[in-house]
């Protein structure tokens, strides 16, 4: 495995570092180049405009407005930092997409009262701010389509809302609509949403993992989490993060609008999946997967699950990380049907709880929308990205047997371009990017051969 290289760019662009192959034997090797964005932070999120000319990347860096904002005009190769310059700046958790060639959508938490909605009609360069003046507090996601704007978060109440705007984020309707708890299907009707007592009483740890909008039919796809009752115990008092469900937006013409849930995956003995951090995407045959991301049959890793009804009946989970490796926080895109991008952290370790090395995974899924999807990985940095534990849990952080490192927060993401190529961003404060005493960096990693995705469906 060869060392990676830096590269000199110009002086408004950060070093890149050339990519390490390590694909599986016998398939085409694809390579990457990755470009460093210094101290930009975690949780970094990538997005692309429908051309594919305008990238936009950032990470949970502190100085540069709600995120540490670089853009790249040239399909990916150059960055430039660009700040996000609006009245006011929350809490972090922001998360970005663009809805059409220069329109991007931004949201970022209020912590004390609701959500700030960040609106660039310039691809990056200026912004305006609007506000849902809501009890929100956890993880935003937002995605659109036309004017049609969609955000999703935690209320303070522990339930998951949605919020809808008809004016590109100008305004909201004042009504949100809750995720669960209404719209239920019944059992014998082949559903297993939780009930309104399950929502609204004995579940105390909801959360919001991901917002898919079909770019084609404006369908509204909300993906998210419960701990059941049945995993409450003195010392898991919040339960564990077993259930996974996709609610999906209905009754949107001249009815009032519903969330109505069907479940991906119901939990079982062992399962523990993280809580707010899954992934879900479209491809172009408008088939919706899922990522549940953690511990299922004894491995940690990410579990593929897809469904070709518009999220009512589910696939099987099947596993699509390293086999008895840790892999965590995948997420995916999707492009021709049945192909996948997706990427993840790969330890050296199966518990992600111990010290290890972690290396920035890219991997191509084809047959994803079968029982026996292909998966070809690649480790695109020969040096590891981090070096310590990996705390899934949050603010549960630091107590015994939850690990205590979250120096990469909670989250990365891959996006996939008209070209079929795959983009991606990884934290890192390892020596992939430097060392821990240099703080956290995105890493924006860019496809350059290989085998290709198609094009990518831009939804989420």
Not at 66 to 93: C, E, M, Q
Not at 233 to 253: D, I, N, W
Not at 275 to 299: E, K, P, R, S
Request: proline share 7%; net charge negative.
């Amino acid at each position: 495995m060869r060392r990676a290289a830096l590269i000199s760019l110009s002086v408004t662009v950060v070093a890149a570092v050339a990519a390490a192959p390590f694909a599986i034997a016998g398939t085409p090797k694809a390579a990457y180049a990755a470009t460093i964005l210094p101290k930009a932070g975690g949780e970094p999120n990538v997005t692309i405009s429908p051309s594919g000319r305008t990238v936009l990347a950032d990470g949970l860096g502190g100085g540069n407005g709600p995120a540490d904002l670089y853009r790249s005009t040239d399909f990916g190769k150059h960055f430039t930092r660009t700040a996000i310059k609006v009245p006011n700046v929350g809490g972090g958790d922001w998360d970005m997409h663009f809805i059409n060639e220069k329109t991007v959508i931004g949201v970022d938490l209020d912590l004390t009262a609701g959500l700030y909605v960040d609106v660039s009609k310039d691809a990056g360069l200026t912004w305006t701010q609007s506000k849902i003046q809501s009890d929100v507090y956890d993880r935003p996601w937002v995605a659109g389509k036309g004017k049609d704007v969609y955000v999703v978060a935690k209320g303070f109440d522990g339930i998951p809302y949605l919020y809808i705007s008809h004016d590109t984020g100008a305004t909201f309707g004042t009504t949100p609509v809750p995720l669960y708890g209404t719209g239920v299907v019944p059992a014998e009707a082949g559903g297993t949403s939780p009930n309104p007592a399950e929502a609204f009483v004995t579940n105390q740890d909801a959360y919001v993992d991901n917002l898919t909008v079909d770019p084609k039919t404006g369908d509204v796809f909300v993906l998210y989490g419960i701990d059941p009752p049945s995993t409450y115990s003195p010392t898991k008092p919040l339960g564990v993060p077993a259930r996974v469900y996709v609610a999906h937006l209905e009754g949107t013409e001249g009815a009032t609008p519903t969330m109505v849930s069907h479940p991906v995956y119901l939990g079982g003995s062992g399962d523990a999946f993280y809580a707010g951090f899954n992934w879900m995407a479209l491809d172009q045959a408008h088939t919706l997967y899922v990522t549940a991301n953690g511990l299922h049959n004894g491995h940690q890793s990410a579990w593929l699950s897809y469904s070709k009804d518009h999220g009512k009946t589910w696939s099987k989970l099947v596993d699509v990380g390293t086999p008895g490796k840790a892999s965590v926080y995948a997420a995916i895109a999707g492009g021709a049907k049945g192909t996948l991008a997706m990427n993840y952290y790969e330890g050296t370790g199966t518990d992600p709880n111990v010290a290890q090395n972690w290396y920035a995974t890219m991997v191509n899924i084809t047959a994803a929308d079968t029982a026996k999807p292909k998966v070809t990985r690649t480790r695109v940095l020969a040096k590891p990205v981090h070096t310590k534990d990996i705390c899934l849990d949050g603010i549960l952080c630091g107590i015994p047997g939850f690990g205590d490192n979250r120096d990469l927060l909670d989250y990365i993401d891959v996006a996939i371009a008209p070209d079929g190529s795959a983009i991606a961003v990884f934290a890192s404060d390892g020596p992939a990017s430097a060392d821990a005493s240099s703080g956290t960096s995105t890493i924006v990693v860019r496809q350059t051969a290989g085998p290709k995705h198609g094009k990518g469906v831009d939804g989420t």
